[in-house]
């Protein structure tokens, strides 16, 4: 198990279009997806994309066993690793919330998302994923595949008024590691 390095924005590989994974079920893939999820969870991610640690393929990894202390007020999201994923909207409602990420340390934006989407892929194993999902869990994924676009969540927000640090915008929210 290895913690990596997550990239900062800026860098320009978070800016990249990722690649689709053709080769299933690989030491290979195995290992990167437990380097994933060990980062994620050593920086209390909500998710984690390959491109933040400077891999340039279409994987992400999201939610958790547990609920996420930089999120408390969330409802939990399955754990998941999400690969070559596609997102369909259900429809054109989308709402805004707050976001954070951790390629953007320290801070805190409103960000308009879908509010009901499909979303389909493949886990490491090649098993097909094809889930229909609201709320937190939509908007973690839209996020997470966004990434994969090399978006990051500023790039999707309509008002820098709603875009600030985290100690101030949430002084509750005291958590030593967090981002
Ligand atoms: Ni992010």
Known sequence: MTVRE??????????RVAQPISDFDSDELHLLVSDMLDT?????????????????LQLVVFGSAARNPRYPDRPLVPRTVLINPTITPLDEAQEV???????????????????RIRY??????????????????????????????????????????????????????SLAEDD
């Open 120 to 173: 389909t892929g493949f886990d490491q194993y090649g098993d097909p994923i094809d889930r229909t999902v609201d709320g937190f869990h939509a908007r973690v994924v839209q996020h997470e595949c966004d990434h994969l676009l090399g978006k990051l969540y500023p790039m999707r927000m309509r008002d820098f008024a709603q875009f600030g640090f985290t100690e101030v915008l949430f002084p509750e929210i």
């Open 97 to 115: 919330d707050w976001e954070g990420c951790l390629s953007v340390p320290g801070l805190r934006g409103a960000v308009p998302r879908y509010s």
């Open 40 to 56: 994620m969870a050593a920086a209390n991610g909500a998710g984690l994309a390959a491109p933040q640690i400077g891999v340039d």
């Open 6 to 15: 997550i990239l900062k924005m800026g860098d320009a590989r978070l800016l």
